[in-house]
């Protein structure tokens, strides 16, 4: 007997590419309505900072001091667009930064999909999205989001060279372009050049198409190191247990546990070596998970939270690669079901997450800023008079630069003694910078010394705010003497 054609429901109308379009506009109206990301300056990575004042100024025809902080990221090609039609504005950068996102996720999902399955890739894909740091890398348009999906459109670039006959043309430039944004971001994304080489010498397509990958590797990778280009406020040999703490948990801003910030970065440490020893060759069998496992080695020299996403992708996905096999034994089928053990961990970090992500929201909601932010924070009424005078030196120039929306110089060089600091620095109206670093020491022991002819109007712990006399008021300081007011000038 034959049965009538059934027609198809509606789910079933839906073209498939309609549905990646419908998450990422579901995802992001989530952002922006529940307030998980900041439409304000405060907050943003220094690199982008400088990124984004370098198109804005370019475009604007406006002569700016971004100009001689140094060479930024490649990041600020990608902002062209930014510049162009919306410059100056936070929010469209926001945005734009939430759209670099999902296509990173977006290609994570159909590398895991055809790695491992489609229903690890939808587990763990929309357990990255909603993690505490992505949000908090989206917020702070970090270069870990960047470089997550550029690392993955190179590889999707890749394969599309692979399949063309000819070895040069139009796909072989821009992945050489790409592969020298890649190489500005940060450190770990040497590893990229590295693998794509290894891969190539393994397995080329022919020996003309390795010929011309391995020269435009080398010149690629020569001339931005070359260049000293990118590579903006990366802080080395960081301890990667106090990054992994960020993975999974928000933290205060101004008043971090650093007992239980060990405590959680510690317990995110196990579990990523958990990972690695039970994954870690089912990872090695591609070229992407060749350039995690080579990104995490090398970024433990810089371990900072663009390192960490890194990890929580090897967390997210190996792991969840490896519970769905576990989950899979007979063993365990007959004590939790069939997806009951990885059903009740989702449900729970998903939970997490939430409680997390309502945590971060209700900071940006009460305006709590970092103590950096906080720091630039108090020059603002002083620099919003443009009447007077201001003309400050800062650690972090770019955001200093963004919030105050004032002229703002880098930090002076080494100098032999404090009479030639002076000398430098007399024309400045304020210095700002964290005397807690060591590499500041030097600067903040001479300034020390400046006692006649400047003052310390903020010690805090993003770093100190020393205001510095018109130059009428003393043509040269006294001879340099130790500072004994601890109130009247910094020390490291």
């Known amino acids: 007997m034959e049965t009538p054609n059934q027609s198809p429901s509606l789910l079933e109308r839906v073209p498939s590419s309609a549905w990646p379009v419908a998450v990422l506009l579901s995802w992001g109206a989530a952002l922006l309505f529940f307030g998980l990301v900041r439409f304000t300056p405060y907050g943003l990575d220094e690199g ?52 670099i996102a ?70 072989y430039f821009t992945h050489m372009l790409l592969t020298a944004v890649i190489i500005t971001l940060h450190p770990m994304a040497l590893a990229y050049p590295a693998v794509l080489a290894w891969q190539w010498y393994r397995d080329p397509v022919s020996k003309k198409h390795r010929q011309h990958m391995f020269v435009g590797l080398a010149i690629a990778t020569g001339v931005i190191l070359a260049m000293g280009a990118g590579w903006v406020a990366i802080d080395w040999l960081v301890n990667p247990v ?66 960490a996403l890194l990890a929580q992708v090897v967390i997210v996905y190996g792991g969840g690669a490896w519970l769905l096999k576990a989950a899979g034994r007979p063993a365990l089928q007959k004590v939790f079901g069939q997806r009951g053990l990885v059903t009740g961990l989702l449900f729970l970090l998903l939970f997490w997450c939430m409680q997390m992500d309502k945590t971060y929201a209700n900071q940006l909601a009460n305006n709590i800023l970092d103590p950096v932010d906080q720091l630039i924070d108090q020059l603002r009424e002083e620099a919003a008079d443009v009447n007077k005078p201001f003309r400050a030196a800062s650690q972090w120039p770019s955001r200093t630069m963004i919030i105050l929306r004032r002229d703002v110089l880098p930090l002076p060089p080494p100098m032999p003694d404090s009479q030639t600091l002076w000398n430098n620095i007399k024309m400045l109206t304020h210095v700002i910078f964290a005397h807690s670093d060591k590499g500041n020491y030097p600067l903040a022991k001479q300034l020390a010394e400046l006692i006649t002819v400047t003052r310390t109007e903020a010690v805090e712990a993003g770093g100190v705010i020393v205001s510095i006399k018109p130059e009428g008021a003393a043509e040269s300081p006294a001879p340099p003497t130790p500072a004994t007011d601890g109130a009247s000038a910094p020390k490291p």
């Open 102 to 171: 999902f296509a990173g996720v977006l290609l994570l999902f159909h590398w895991s999909r055809r790695r491992w399955s489609e229903e690890l890739a939808l587990l763990a894909s929309g357990l990255f999205l909603v993690a505490p740091l992505t949000l908090l890398q989206i917020d702070s348009m970090d270069q870990g989001i960047y470089l997550l999906t550029l690392v993955a459109a190179g590889l999707w670039i890749d394969a599309k060279y692979r399949s063309l006959p000819r070895p040069m043309g139009g796909w």
């Open 242 to 307: 106090l990054s992994l703490a960020r993975v999974f948990y928000v933290f205060y801003p101004v008043d971090v546990d650093h007992d239980q910030e060990l405590v959680l970065g510690t317990l995110c440490f196990i579990l990523l070596l958990l990972v690695l020893l039970a994954a870690g060759r089912e990872l090695a069998r591609d070229t992407a998970g060749r350039m995690l496992l080579a990104a995490l080695a090398l970024g433990l020299l810089c371990a900072d939270l663009a390192w």
């Open 48 to 99: 982008a900072a400088r990124a984004l004042l370098l198109n804005w100024s370019t475009v604007g025809q406006i002569a700016n001091p971004v100009f001689i902080v140094g060479i930024p990221d490649f990041r600020a090609v990608l902002f062209i667009p930014l510049g162009i039609y919306w410059s100056g504005s936070i929010v469209a950068a926001k945005v734009f930064t939430i759209l």
